[in-house]
């Protein structure tokens, strides 16, 4: 890790501190940013797209989220089979 100087104002209650207002400060790596890990469902017998998006989003509307992500498995929002994996973003 590298270390960095960084100089501090003086304060009036720092009498006699010894540090000529310079203090060593380890700074902390910055984390990448991470793409978070991609949830899936297993489609069951009664599943639609709006019911998906109902029980993960708590809105039926938001279905067109779960289809976009799985536009390489589904071609039509009406059409997923019993065991299909579906991303869900």
Known sequence: MELK????AASP???GSGNNGTQ???EAPVPAAETPPARTH???S???L???AKSYYGNASLFPKIFDANRD???DADQI???QVLVIP
Do not use: F
Not at 5 to 8: K, S, Y
């Open 5 to 8: 100087e960084i100089r501090i």
């Open 13 to 15: 209650y720092s009498e």
């Open 24 to 26: 060593q400060v380890e």
């Open 42 to 44: 297993t489609v069951k």
């Open 46 to 48: 009664g599943d639609t």
């Open 50 to 52: 709006s019911k998906i």
């Open 73 to 75: 498995k589904l071609s």
């Open 81 to 83: 089979r019993t065991g």
